[in-house]
């Protein structure tokens, strides 16, 4: 089935997905497999915790730390 990804192509979807838009038929095929999935949703989260991470990073200032 063309919706169907493997986990390794559902987080290569997650990865790609931080640097550009999906076509709409990548991201209903991630979101099928996220539904199905046990282990993927823990990898989304962990990519997401990363990218809220790297956004305070990137805002971050020396007197936020005083």
Known sequence: MILMRTCKEATALMLAREDRPLPLLERVALRLHLAICQA?????????????????????????AE
């Open 40 to 64: 993927c949703p823990v990898v989304e989260r962990q990519v997401l915790t990363m990218r809220h991470a790297m956004r305070a990073w990137r805002n971050y200032t020396q007197s936020d």
